[in-house]
């Protein structure tokens, strides 16, 4: 721990006055002194300039990680400085279906340090639970998010380590998307009661009970990553959404997101006979609308099979 300039004044004074009682004069004493303070000012400063290296390169290396995902909604990843003391990363993955929070943060006082990392990683911690899908969260309340957050805090993974003559502090966090523990569970909480189930002459369809899941071309229409998609058709009604589903599954995702047809062929949930379907385009950030045989595909589905119910999605973005 270091003290301010004018603690350590305070500290010389009782040597000041065993000095003058051994002899040494008042300018030794105060040459001396100087010197103390001197030696302490250095000290700090080349503790801050590593820090600042430090920060700049952390900054740096998290900037490039963002910049390779810049054309993908697979994965997202802010970057943030706080003033020189503290730098923060806030990484939401859909491909790994989790979030992480990391910050690196400075200072002299190890506890001190500690406990403002508490802190930070709180605070970061609720924004990427809000960045993960700004729309649904805005239907969560704050205090919900502030829990959730607090939970990630606990599990937090804090160090502090002596650097240059001062303290660096890093720390690592993450939380679930889907999951009894992950950020889903919020969302379903309080599913409202389903809409009435549209009826479709389906005489010229596909067998909808022979299909395994549903795979949605979406990677050229914009569509982005979310918590909770809807699927409608052109007139507004709801083909597949949290009201249509069961809370069981959805809790572990309502879709899975990938970014090639080939991956979402392989992936558990696909089974061996998906129905591929094409949205006609997006509406809003969260709705994709369907139109022509694919609507009626999809109605067809709720009438005959229990694929949307649950959850047997997965949607291809780009």
């Given at each position: 721990m270091y003290l301010s300039r004018s603690a350590l004044r305070g500290l010389l004074i009782l040597p000041f006055a065993a000095l003058c009682i051994a002899g040494e004069s008042f300018e030794d004493f105060q040459q001396s002194q100087?010197?103390?303070?001197?030696?302490?000012?250095?000290?700090?400063?080349?503790?801050?300039?590593?820090?600042?290296?430090?920060?700049?390169?952390?900054?740096?290396?998290?900037?490039?990680?963002?910049?390779?995902?810049?054309?993908?909604?697979?994965r997202s990843i802010s970057v943030e400085k706080h003033s020189d003391q503290a730098v923060a990363k806030r990484d939401v993955n859909y491909d790994g279906s989790r979030v992480e929070v990391k910050v690196a943060s400075f200072g002299n006082d190890s506890a001190q340090l500690h406990s403002n990392m508490v802190s930070l990683v709180n605070r970061e911690a609720q924004k990427a639970i809000r960045q993960s899908d700004p729309e649904?969260?805005?239907?969560?309340?704050p205090s919900t998010i502030?829990?959730?957050?607090?939970?990630?805090?606990?599990?937090?993974?804090?160090?502090?380590?002596?650097?240059?003559?001062?303290?660096?502090?890093?720390?690592?966090?993450?939380?679930?998307?889907?999951?009894k523990n992950g950020l889903m569970q919020m969302l379903t909480a309080h599913n409202p009661?389903?809409?009435?189930?549209?009826?479709?002459?389906?005489?010229?369809?596909?067998?909808?009970a022979s299909f395994t899941s549903v795979?949605?071309?979406?990677?050229?229409?914009?569509?982005?990553?979310?918590?909770?998609?809807?699927?409608?058709?052109?007139s507004g009604t709801e083909l597949y959404g949290?009201?249509?589903v069961e809370k069981e599954h959805a809790i572990n995702g309502m879709v899975q997101w990938t970014g090639s047809l080939s991956k979402a062929r392989s992936h558990d949930r696909a089974g061996n006979k998906p129905l591929v379907i094409t949205p006609a385009k997006t509406a809003g950030k969260?709705?994709?609308?369907?139109?022509?045989?694919?609507?009626?595909?999809?109605?067809?589905?709720?009438?005959?099979?229990d694929v949307l119910k649950k959850c047997n999605v997965v949607v291809i973005v780009q």
């Open positions: 100087m010197q103390q303070m001197q030696q302490y000012s250095a000290q700090e400063e080349r503790a801050f300039a590593a820090w600042k290296k430090e920060q700049q390169r952390l900054f740096n290396d998290w900037q490039a990680e963002a910049a390779r995902y810049d054309n993908t909604s697979l649904s969260m805005k239907e969560v309340s502030q829990r959730h957050a607090a939970t990630v805090t606990k599990n937090a993974a804090i160090s502090v380590k002596k650097k240059h003559g001062a303290y660096v502090a890093k720390a690592s966090a993450q939380t679930d998307l889907y999951g009661a389903a809409p009435a189930e549209p009826t479709v002459d389906s005489g010229d369809l596909p067998d909808a795979i949605v071309k979406a990677q050229n229409t914009g569509y982005s990553t979310c918590l909770i998609p809807t699927f409608v058709d052109e949290p009201r249509l969260r709705r994709l609308v369907f139109s022509g045989k694919d609507a009626r595909m999809l109605t067809a589905l709720q009438d005959q099979a």
